[in-house]
């Protein structure tokens, strides 16, 4: 699904990647993790294409990541961190015009259907400022789904989220079907909950890890702890 | 086309649109009543006049800012990043915001001074044609200042950066621009008027303030010297389309080769 | 039989040759031939072909269509008698020639003593001509030229040549050459007319002793152009938005002793021009929101400005072609009243401000030397390019007034920046947690 080789990006001198090898297979659901400053923003942008990559390769599909071809972009499906969306607007017309920017004409009925899916169909006529950050957070979650990529990339997803509002969303990512889940997270029974690997950036190194391989390798306890 | 009525719905709910407008209503009113003393005939031209030197201290800032800040909050709110991983470019994602910018800010303008127009019926002789000059050259200048605004919005990567940009623009079109050319003037001759004249007429003032003089007859060039005839190489209306098109495009691509997409240093 | 077919023959002969038209030419002329002196023709709706020659004493009144239309040969109307009487008339058609030695109009007026009134003027070289013809009233007209564009191809809304004790008055003219051309014309009066879209609205040479009274003169290239004329009275006229790139409300060339009091220079490129012309008098004038209050060439002498308003101008006065220390700009000890741009004290409540006003600017130069200055004078940048150059440059005194009068400002601007300042203080005080989250993060409470 998603196959990186010897991507290296820097910013000045300091390399912030250095030379990243990463294999992401289809249905896996694979945590990037790392310090703060690590580099997990400049990776998850240069796989979006935000980032120019002066060195090394990434395919996404089998497709490669750059200008020429943008095939790529419609396998993909991206939720940032602290997003607001448009406040003034409702739920529904947010999505409407995501959809909008996607296809010509938005899909209600697909819309009903994903609104449903994060329990937001009954507040889809309340201006977007007046949501709580779950919901905010699940109607982002709605956005991504709606476009039915195969790749959701999504940079902390239930960061700043209150517990009870973090398991709704968990419990959204959990039901996916057939979706390949590259998720950036700090939070670790996140990680133990729903994913099935992990992608560990160190001093601008990647390693891959099943979850229960980066459990133990970084003392952290087991799954079932 | 969804763009539009996005922006629309956004800033019809929102304060600063109206903030904006409500000012420029506000300058109106004010001016009406001041004209009120003035002939029937001739007063309208005197207060389309009056009304376009007021305005203009306010309508290039306040184009300014919306363009600017409508273009950050889309950083900012992190629905740019969004678009982009969408849609094609960052260029073809600037034409649709700024059609919608263009749409949101000049439609309730205009809807004013078509209402102010009936205000006007009950005061003075109109114009007609006069009028629809002014209320052209208030286009004009709005399309240039937001764009401009749009490019400050898309290379800035903060508010206070925003404010800083905006004001030293503001600053140097009614400022500085025409400083730098007094300060040439006494050199300007028959060889190098028409460099000079060229300069003058790229600030969007000063052709917007030209051409609405010359169409509504109010600015006459009778008994043109050589020099002068030779300073205005061509028609005023021509002069205000070359600043238009020359702002709207360095702007436009000003904008999507120095667009910084995150919005914070 | 044969009558019958004989009437009918020369019935279809009128009908062919179109006789009607013919018919009224010389119906009127003839008509008027045939009147006897003082008569009073009473015109129908229609059209009466010219040019027609008034060699009597007559009345001739139209009704709300009567139109007299020239032949474009020569002069539509002329009047060669005294005591006519012209009313309520349309006139247009008249020779539009240049070329010709005589200069042709729709009505020319060649005697003395005549009326013409209510008489609409379309397409004729002069609208109204006086040729050594004096002691006319020339009242409520309206002249049409082609515009303001045309110098060449048309001639003046009134011209007035060796003519002399003539009123005009209330007469509306826009587009011709000129509004009112005097020529060699003395002790004329004009009054409440208005003129516009012309080059100069009123122009005098050569004409002495003229009074012209509450006229208006508004988008001409210059509102009253007074050359080689002296002892005239200007009164209570307003000079207003004759605004081009050599405009001037009321331009001064070699005139003398002329009386200059209570008009209204309002919105013109220069409210006045002054050039090598001697002890004019300007008194109770205001000169507002001019580009250049009051143009003053060195080359006149003895002007004395008192008691006047010149305010809201970009520049207020400028003295150009070197400095002259012999114009006064106060006389009796009253001198103008300058406005906020020279704020001053007036402790003793006198309306004598405490100190002389001396204005010095180094812009005289740039005004002299570049004609293209005048581009600039809208611009906000002058001012900052006259204070910088006071440094850099010689600055000239434009003038000084030693006895600058102060005015009452009117509290009609205080009250509404009282008012405004009253609700920003209130927004501020009360409204501060609202504009917070309005201007705060995109309306998301914080």
């Keep these: ?225 | 086309m969804h763009y539009i009525w996005k922006e629309w719905k956004e800033n019809i709910r929102g304060k600063g649109l109206w903030l904006s407008l409500s000012i420029i209503v506000l300058i109106s009113i004010a001016i009406l009543f001041r004209s009120s003393a003035l002939s029937f005939d001739k007063g309208f031209y005197v207060l389309l006049i009056n009304l376009f030197d007021t305005i203009i201290y306010f309508i290039p800032i306040l184009c300014l800012f919306i363009g600017a800040f409508s273009i950050f909050q889309e950083k900012e709110q992190k629905t740019l990043i969004m678009l982009l991983t969408k849609t094609d470019h960052f260029g073809s994602f600037l034409i649709k915001k700024c059609l919608g910018l263009y749409t949101v800010v000049l439609v309730p303008l205009i809807t004013w001074f078509f209402i102010y127009l009936l205000l006007l019926k009950f005061t003075f002789q109109l114009n007609l044609k006069s009028y629809f000059i002014f209320v052209a050259a208030i286009v004009c200048m709005s399309l240039v200042f937001l764009q401009i605004g749009a490019a400050i919005g898309s290379f800035s990567r903060s508010r206070m950066q925003i404010i800083g940009y905006t004001i030293f623009v503001w600053f140097y079109f009614f400022f500085l621009h025409d400083f730098i050319l007094l300060s040439f003037l006494p050199d300007v001759t028959h060889e190098n008027v028409k460099l000079f004249s060229s300069f003058y007429f790229l600030n969007p003032l000063q052709a917007v303030r030209m051409f609405l003089e010359t169409g509504t007859g109010v600015y006459s060039f009778g008994h043109m010297s050589r020099l002068l005839q030779a300073f205005m190489w061509t028609k005023p209306v021509f002069f205000l389309l070359g600043n238009l098109l020359f702002w709207l495009i360095t702007s436009f691509f000003t904008a999507v080769i120095f667009n910084r997409k995150e919005g914070y240093e | 039989m044969k009558k019958l077919t004989l009437l009918s023959f020369i019935f279809s002969l009128f009908l062919v040759m179109s006789p009607e038209k013919k018919l009224a030419a010389e119906n009127l002329q003839a008509t008027i031939d045939s009147l006897k002196e003082g008569a009073v023709l009473r015109l129908e709706n229609k059209t009466y072909q010219g040019n027609i020659v008034i060699n009597k004493p007559l009345t001739i009144i139209g009704s709300n269509h009567t139109v007299i239309k020239g032949d474009g040969t020569g002069n539509v109307i002329s009047i060669k008698a005294p005591y006519v009487t012209l009313r309520q008339l349309t006139v247009t058609h008249g020779s539009m020639n240049r070329n010709s030695a005589e200069e042709y109009a729709a009505i020319k007026i060649y005697t003395n003593n005549n009326v013409v009134e209510h008489i609409n003027i379309r397409d004729s070289f002069h609208g109204i001509y006086l040729s050594q013809a004096h002691d006319n009233t020339i009242r409520s007209n309206h002249i049409k030229g082609l515009g303001k564009g045309e110098i060449a191809a048309q001639g003046n809304g009134i011209h007035v040549y060796y003519a002399n004790n003539n009123l005009l008055e209330k007469n509306t003219i826009e587009g011709t050459r000129d509004g009112m051309f005097f020529e060699y014309a003395n002790n004329n009066h004009s009054y409440e007319n208005n003129i516009s879209h012309t080059r100069y609205g009123l122009h005098y040479m050569y004409s002495d002793e003229n009074i012209f009274k509450k006229n208006t003169f508004t988008m001409n290239t210059g509102g009253a152009a007074i050359m080689n004329s002296n002892h005239l009275k200007l009164e209570d006229n307003q000079f207003v938005v004759n605004y081009g790139n050599q405009s001037f409300g009321l331009l001064l060339l070699q005139a003398n002793d002329n009386y200059i009091a209570n008009n209204t220079f309002y919105m013109n490129q220069r409210g006045m021009y002054i050039d090598q012309a001697t002890r004019n008098e300007f008194r109770h004038n205001k000169i507002i929101q001019n580009q250049i209050g009051i143009e003053l060439w060195a080359s006149s002498n003895e002007q004395v400005f008192t008691l006047n308003q010149i305010t809201e101008n970009t520049i207020p006065a400028v003295t150009l072609g070197g400095t002259n220390d012999n114009n006064s700009w106060s006389q009796d000890g009253k001198g103008n009243d300058w406005g906020s741009t020279f704020p001053i004290t007036d402790l003793d409540q006198d309306s004598i401000g405490d100190f002389p006003i001396t204005y010095q600017s180094s812009l005289y130069q740039l005004i002299e030397d570049q004609e293209l200055s005048y581009l600039f004078l809208k611009s906000p940048a002058l001012k900052i390019y006259e204070k910088m150059n006071a440094v850099l440059k010689k600055e000239a005194v434009m003038f000084h007034d030693p006895h600058p009068i102060t005015v009452a400002n009117g509290t009609h601007a205080k009250a509404i920046f009282l008012i405004a300042g009253l609700l920003v203080v209130g927004i501020l005080l009360k409204g501060r947690h609202r504009l917070c989250i309005i201007f705060g993060r995109n309306g998301r409470k914080i």
């Excluded at chain 1, 602290?82 to 899909?107: I, R």
């Excluded at chain 1, 390693?207 to 952290?220: A, G, R, S």
């Design chain 1, 1 to 225: 699904m998603i196959k990186v080789t010897n991507l290296q990006q820097s910013f000045g001198t300091k390399n912030v990647l250095d030379s990243i090898h990463l294999d992401i297979h289809a249905n896996e659901i694979c945590a990037l993790v790392g310090r703060n400053g690590a580099g997990k923003s400049t990776f998850i942008n240069s796989l979006l294409g935000l980032l120019p990559v002066k060195q090394g390769e990434i395919l996404i599909n089998g497709m490669a990541v750059n200008k020429k071809n943008e095939e790529w972009k419609k396998a993909i499906a991206y939720l940032p961190e602290k997003f607001m969306l448009y406040p003034m607007l409702t739920g529904l017309e947010n999505m409407t015009f995501f959809a909008e920017a996607v296809t010509k004409t938005a899909d209600q009925k697909r819309i009903e259907q994903v609104l449903r899916s994060v329990s937001l169909w009954d507040d889809r006529n309340e201006q977007v400022k007046k949501y709580s950050k779950g919901m905010l957070q699940r109607l982002g979650l709605a956005i991504t789904l709606y476009q039915d990529s195969s790749l959701l990339i999504l940079d902390e997803p239930t960061s700043g989220i209150d517990p009870l509002g973090r398991k709704e969303i968990l419990e959204v990512l959990g039901s996916l079907q057939d979706k390949t889940i590259l998720l950036s997270s700090h939070h670790l029974d996140e990680i133990k909950q729903i994913c099935t690997h992990v992608a560990y950036l160190d001093n601008g190194k990647m390693e891959k890890y099943t979850v229960e391989e980066f459990l133990q390798t970084h003392h952290l306890g087991g799954i079932s702890s």
